[in-house]
């Protein structure tokens, strides 16, 4: 600090004056100094404050974002389950139909096996006859005032007729306007005699019998009214001679004769 010489009071007032304005100058620029060091400080405090509060302000947004995001997953998720929930019902209400049904088809088969087996233990009228008769009375078997022998023949033909597919003894009788009983008893004497097999079959719910032919017999029957039998030039004919029964009017009229007899049986 410099000592100035003071002459004079004036001197000394206005030496105090500018010593004072200094003060005041001093202390101003002081003040300012502190006012913008704490403005300044402020400032730095607002800044990162706003920096707190935007950085805040991000992760409230990512936050809303994540929980919008989430929100949508939730419900995807919902729909999903709720989609889950409604092909599990259907697949469990499928599944409960498919073995319902499957029961019903069970319980079905088990009848109709039940059915089947009651009917197999059904004894058939032909099977009684055959534990109450013995063979000769199957064998020896005749219908009243009718020439058995000729309906043998006649039945066995008609039988023959139908090859390998054989009859149903109800229609048979019934073309041959017979009684289920005398047809069922003439059914066992062909049998017994080796011209037919009889199947038991199922037809309609009830046994019956197809027949099938097994044997045609040779019968003279046929032959019985030949005109070759009594002819006088018998001992001439010759297929290929003069006379032949290629030319004979006597076994063509004989044949013809036959043939319509043959389909009128038939017909009846
Ligand atoms: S075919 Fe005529 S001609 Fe010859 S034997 Fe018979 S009936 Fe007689």
Not at 38 to 54: F, L, M, N, P
Not at 81 to 106: G, I, L, M, N, R
Not at 204 to 215: F, Q, V
Not at 252 to 257: A, G, I, K, P
Request: contains cysteine; aromatic residues 2%.
């Amino acid at each position: 600090m410099v000592k100035k010489e003071i002459t004079s009071p004036a001197k000394l007032k206005k030496e105090l004056e500018e010593a004072k304005a200094e003060l005041v100058s001093r202390n101003k620029k002081l003040k300012l100094s502190v006012k913008t060091e704490a403005k300044k400080k402020v400032d730095k405090k607002k800044a990162v404050a706003k920096k707190k509060a935007e950085a805040k302000k991000k992760v409230d947004k990512k936050k809303a974002v994540a929980k919008k995001k989430a929100e949508a997953k939730k419900k995807v998720d919902k729909k999903k389950a709720e989609a889950k929930k409604k092909v599990d019902k259907k697949k469990a209400e499928a599944k409960k139909k498919e073995e319902a049904k499957k029961k019903a088809e069970e319980a079905k088969k088990k009848e109709e096996e039940a059915k089947k087996k009651e009917e197999e233990a059904k004894r058939t009228y032909e099977e009684e006859l055959e534990e109450q008769l013995t063979e000769d009375e199957i064998k020896n078997f005749a219908i009243d005032k009718t020439d058995m022998d000729k309906l043998v023949n006649r039945v066995t033909e008609m039988i023959a007729s139908y090859a390998t597919n054989g009859i149903l003894q109800n229609i048979l009788w019934r073309k041959l306007k017979l009684s289920s009983r005398d047809g069922s008893r003439l059914a066992l004497k062909l049998e017994k005699l080796g011209n037919i097999t009889r199947e038991k079959i199922l037809e309609n719910g009830r046994w019956t019998y197809l027949l099938l032919i097994k044997k045609i017999p040779i019968s003279t029957i046929s032959i019985e009214n030949a005109p070759c039998l009594v002819c006088p030039v018998e001992g001439k004919c010759s297929t290929d001679g003069e006379i032949s029964p290629k030319t004979c009017v006597y076994i063509e009229d004989w044949v013809l004769t036959e043939l319509k007899t043959k389909k009128r049986h038939e017909t009846n």
